[in-house]
C-alpha cells in the first residue's frame, strides 16, 4: 500500500506570494493534518481534517487555509509569504480520528521563502 | 489545557547501552500517548501509543515505554541502543475528553544519539 505522498517535494517562492502544497493520504484513510516544522518551533499544528470537515485548527494567522477533498486529499494554501514562512510542512493521514489512531506521515514539502 | 514536555533536546547513549527518552504530560483526565520518531530528511513515524490497559506498552524497532499515571510521564525506552536509533524522538499527547477542540500536541522533540 503506497504511503502518504506530498507534492511539490521542495519548493522556493518569494515573498509576497502564495503556494498550494498537496497531500495524498493512505488509501482508505479519512483524516489528514498539516503540520509545520521548524527548527525553533518544533511541530506546530496547522489543520485537521474529517470526512472533508476541519476539525480542528492551530493558532495561524488567516492566511493558512486548507480544504479536503472527497476522496480525502488535501490541500493547504499560504497566501501573502513572508519570510518565517519558511519550513518543512508535513502531512499526516489516519484511518480514523486522531484520538486514537496513528498517524502516518508524508515525507514534507520544504518550502523556502526567500 | 493539555500540553507535553521533552526536558532534554538531546541524550546521548553508547551503543548496547539501555537507552531512556523522557516525556512528560499535562491533561485533565486520562491521557492518550503517542511516540514518533524522525529521521533525518523524513517525516514522523509512528513507534507506539497508549491509549487504555497495560501500562507498558512495547512498540516498533524494540522500543517500550511504560504509562505512570502519578507521575505525569511517558517514557520511551529501549534495552539496547543500536547507532540506527539515532534521530529526533516526538511525544506527543490528545485528551480524550476534548478531542473535538484540541488536536494532537507534539512536544518540541529530543534528539537521540547512540555513539558506537
Known amino acids: 500500500k503506497a504511503g502518504v505522498t506530498q507534492t511539490p517535494r521542495y519548493l522556493i517562492k518569494t515573498r509576497g506570494q502564495q503556494v498550494t502544497l498537496s497531500c495524498s493520504p493512505i488509501?482508505?484513510?479519512?483524516?489528514v493534518s498539516w503540520y509545520q516544522q521548524t527548527p525553533g518551533q518544533g511541530l506546530q499544528f496547522l489543520f485537521e481534517y474529517f470526512s472533508e470537515t476541519q476539525r480542528n485548527k492551530g493558532n495561524f494567522p488567516g492566511r493558512f487555509s486548507g480544504r479536503q477533498f472527497s476522496n480525502s486529499r488535501s490541500e493547504m494554501n499560504v497566501s501573502t509569504l513572508e519570510l518565517g514562512d519558511s519550513a518543512l510542512y508535513l502531512c499526516a493521514s489516519s484511518l480514523g480520528l486522531t484520538d486514537t489512531y496513528e498517524q502516518y506521515f508524508g515525507p514534507g514539502t520544504r518550502l523556502t521563502v526567500t | 489545557a493539555q500540553s507535553v514536555a521533552q526536558p532534554e533536546d538531546q541524550v546521548n547513549v553508547a551503543e548496547g547501552n539501555p537507552l531512556t527518552v523522557k516525556c512528560t504530560y499535562s491533561?485533565?483526565?486520562?491521557?492518550?500517548l503517542f511516540w514518533y520518531v524522525q529521521y533525518p530528511n523524513r517525516g514522523l513515524q509512528f513507534l507506539l501509543k497508549y491509549i487504555t490497559g497495560d501500562n507498558l506498552v512495547k512498540g516498533s524497532y524494540g522500543f517500550e515505554a511504560e504509562f505512570n499515571k502519578s507521575q505525569t510521564s511517558f517514557h520511551l525506552k529501549k534495552p539496547s541502543a543500536l547507532v540506527s536509533d539515532s534521530a529526533l524522538y516526538f511525544c506527543?499527547?490528545?485528551?480524550?475528553?476534548?478531542?473535538?477542540?484540541?488536536?494532537?500536541?507534539f512536544g518540541k522533540g529530543t534528539r537521540l544519539s547512540v555513539i558506537a
Open positions: 491533561v485533565s483526565g486520562n491521557p492518550y
Open positions: 506527543a499527547v490528545r485528551d480524550p475528553r476534548n478531542s473535538g477542540n484540541t488536536p494532537l500536541v
Open positions: 488509501s482508505g484513510h479519512r483524516s
